[in-house]
């Protein structure tokens, strides 16, 4: 802030002793002669005893004046405000000792007191135009540039050649456009937008509380707690009474999930000012969304999994702008979905949590979960590559691996999904499903089938094969479980490999039961079962009755 000027040494006109007039009391006598009274003349000396005092008065506050000028200077200001009340407590009457001693309040950010000395000088001379100066910025500095604008406009009016004051005005609307282009911009909820705004209106009042706070709150609102809970605490440093900043601080700590303390902060605000409304509804909010959270945790630990994703449902409705808490409750309600199988809305709940804190671990760990349960490896090893390098632990490094284990094998043959069995089928369901996925797809079957149709059937037939080939046997299976590469397998996915030999064992070589087995069509040993040829060597019939 820049200096304020204060008054210099010259006596204003309002300080000098006041012509007092007294009666003369002179007698015409006749005689043309003079009689003074005794009693005018008393009169006389205590006047003069009076404008004697009066004067040393002047005096003595002139030279405090000129004292409290030098402190000023040196920017002693609390000196100077002693010695320019000693001035004003021998002349009260004197406008420039008032606007000095604003001057010194303004320096030290005491506005409030700099208003009221400042509105003093103009009671006193309604002239005084420093006076209206300084009134107009102790206005703008508390926030109030619509006020401020009238005063500056008042001197205009006194001096409409005032250059400075015309500037003065203009920063004083800037300010004020500002102020209400933010307030707007915080009733529709673009707080980055009021920011900016607030930013604007301290580059003019950089020592405006209410600004300060307006943009602490707005700070709060978009989560940034740190920014904003230093703000004011700076203010509640200087004024530890300050309702409106120690309603943001509890803001800051319930939107960090601090609810204890928000609770305390929002409690003194409400004994100090009962009527503050945004500390009402912020206490409500919290007491709600705490209340929400825990019946939501009882029932799910109760097993009661619905009535806890409703509540938790519930929960997320009371505070959109509470990103810390919300993202805990998208995590439970997703901790909910999985434990009912609902994995999709797991996912979606998971993802929101995590827009909402970018390093949410938890809800990591349980999305890559739901995504390796629904077969979504590549999206799984992401997250699990993303928690590794959060927190880089064996368990992270094993669950890493195994996704990526599972990402492997998933882009082979699933030999379980080919026979239709779960992966923890036994040895007889695994014969069970052969047997009719082999029957169901023999080329002899689709022997009337097109061409295409005929070649998609022994895809198919020769795919079965291969699964209860390996399935079948013990070993295999637990290699094909481990994933390991395909290569490296004694099994039937070689060159050579013939599913009709795995058919002619499974099935035997004659008739089982109401079976009997036919290759028709010309072709010799050899001649395969696209050409029509008996697959399973001379001798062997059989035909689907």
Do not use: W
């Amino acid at each position: 802030m820049s200096s304020e000027e204060v008054e210099n040494m010259e006596t204003e006109a309002d300080c000098e002793p006041s012509s007092v007039g007294f009666d003369g009391g002179v007698t015409g006598m006749p005689n043309g002669t003079v009689e003074t009274s005794p009693v005018n003349e008393a009169k006389k000396i205590v006047l003069d005893n009076e404008e004697d005092q009066e004067s040393i008065r002047v005096k003595k506050a002139e030279a405090k004046k000129s004292q409290g000028n030098t402190q000023y200077t040196r920017k002693n200001y609390k000196d100077a405000i002693k010695l320019y009340d000693e001035a004003i407590e021998l002349c009260p009457t004197c406008a420039s000792y008032y606007s000095n001693r604003a001057a010194c309040y303004i320096m030290l950010g005491k506005f409030l007191e700099g208003l009221e000395d400042a509105r003093q000088t103009t009671r006193i001379d309604p002239n005084f135009l420093k006076g209206y100066m300084r009134e107009a910025k102790c206005l703008l500095m508390m926030g109030d540039p619509s006020q401020a604008i009238s005063t500056y406009q008042k001197v205009l009016q006194l001096d409409p050649n005032n250059q400075s004051v015309a500037d003065e005005l203009k920063v004083a609307q800037s300010v004020h456009h500002f102020e209400t282009q933010a307030e707007g911009d915080m009733k529709k909820g673009d707080f980055r937008r009021a920011v900016f705004c607030l930013d604007r209106a301290l580059d003019h009042a950089p020592q405006c509380t209410k600004f300060k706070i307006k943009k602490a709150e707005a700070l709060a609102l978009l989560g940034r707690h740190t920014e904003a809970h230093d703000v004011v605490s700076n203010i509640l440093h200087i004024d530890n009474m300050n309702v409106d900043a120690m309603y943001v601080r509890g803001l800051c700590l319930y939107y960090q999930d601090n609810l204890d303390k928000a609770f305390a902060h929002f409690q003194q605000v409400l004994r100090l000012s009962p009527d503050h409304e945004k500390a009402k509804v912020a206490f409500r909010k919290a007491k709600s969304l705490r209340a929400k959270k825990e019946e939501g945790n009882s029932a799910f630990k109760a097993g009661r999994y619905q009535e806890a994703y409703d509540l938790y449902s519930e929960a997320l409705r009371i505070d959109p702008h509470n990103v810390f808490i919300n993202s805990k409750l998208y995590n439970n309600r997703a901790t909910v979905g999985a434990k009912v199988n609902k994995l999709d809305q797991a996912i979606q709940d998971c993802t929101e949590a995590i827009k909402l804190d970018d390093n949410y671990l938890k809800a990591y760990l349980r999305r890559a979960k739901c995504y390796m349960d629904t077969e979504q490896y590549e999206e799984a090893v992401r997250d699990y590559e993303k928690v590794f390098n959060m927190e880089r632990t064996r368990e992270h490094k094993q669950l890493l691996s195994n996704a990526k284990l599972e990402l492997k094998k998933s882009k082979r043959k699933d030999y379980y999904k080919i026979l239709g069995v779960r992966k923890d089928a036994s040895d007889d369901e695994i014969k069970k499903a052969y047997k009719k996925k082999a029957l169901e797809t023999h080329p002899d079957r689709h022997s009337n089938a097109t061409p295409e149709e005929k070649a998609e059937q022994e895809m198919k037939f020769k795919e079965i094969g291969e699964a209860y080939a390996t399935l079948s046997d013990s070993k295999k299976r637990v290699r094909y479980d481990n994933g390991q590469d395909i290569d490296d397998m004694d099994s039937p996915f070689s060159h050579d490999f013939d599913p009709n030999t795995i058919f002619q064992a499974f099935f035997g070589g004659g008739g089982h039961g109401g079976q009997h087995f036919s290759f028709g069509g010309p072709g010799g040993p050899g001649g395969g079962m696209g050409a029509g040829g008996n697959p399973f060597g001379p001798g062997f019939t059989f035909q689907f009755g």
